[in-house]
């Protein structure tokens, strides 16, 4: 009993610990040079209203200093 008792602990143990691996790995990435997902807000940015909006929300956080 003893032993099965060990055995199971153990089994339960490896199987715990196997989910914690990280891949250690280095990725490289050339600079300058984004290769993620596309940014949907980056068409918003080229917007003018957009622009003006940002501007102004700038100019009344700003005036105070």
């Known amino acids: 009993m003893r032993k099965l008792t060990i055995r199971l602990v153990l089994v339960g143990m490896t199987i715990a610990l196997s989910g914690c691996y990280e891949d250690m790995g280095v990725t490289l990435h050339e600079p300058g040079e ?12 080229k917007q003018q209203k957009m622009q003006e909006t940002l501007e102004q929300r700038f100019k009344t956080g700003q005036t105070d200093r």
Do not use: E
């Not at 984004?34 to 940015?45: E, H, I, S």
């Open 34 to 45: 984004y290769k993620g997902k596309k940014d949907p807000l980056v068409a918003t940015m």
